[in-house]
């Protein structure tokens, strides 16, 4: 099965760090967008932030602007989301998903995105 594996989630103060990762498993994603998305407990998954396979093709959320960075090393089919100024209401299960067959970013429509990973549980407490 076609899937992404993210890592780097875990327990963090308000105000710190984290780095996600996003990498492939059986497959290459070099020409498509990849987003990140989050699921708090009891509400709808929502985009966080997508990179086109140009790089220098991003969007973000207006929630995670300024704080929030995404990336990709297409050598090691790997997109990272780094999280700086934490608060608690990032807490949420975030996972990365490829946008169909495109390169851009469009929208983060859940419906358009496939082979969706298990997600990285990210807790902002103190």
């Known amino acids: 099965q076609l899937q992404f594996v993210e890592s780097g989630g875990g327990l963090v103060q308000p105000g710190g760090s984290l780095r996600l990762s996003c990498t492939t498993s059986?497959?290459?994603?070099?020409?498509?967008?990849i987003s990140w998305f989050r699921q708090a407990p009891g509400k709808e998954r929502e985009g966080v932030s997508c990179i086109g396979s140009g790089f220098a093709h991003t969007k973000y959320a207006d929630s995670v602007k300024g704080r929030f960075t995404i990336s990709r090393d297409n050598a090691k089919n790997t997109v990272y989301l780094q999280m700086n100024s934490l608060k608690p209401e990032d807490t949420a299960v975030y996972y990365c998903a490829q946008r169909g067959h495109s390169g851009l970013c469009g929208g983060m429509n859940l419906d358009d995105y496939l082979n969706w990973g298990q997600g990285t549980q990210v807790t902002v407490s103190s």
């Open positions: 059986g497959f290459t994603s070099d020409n498509y967008a």
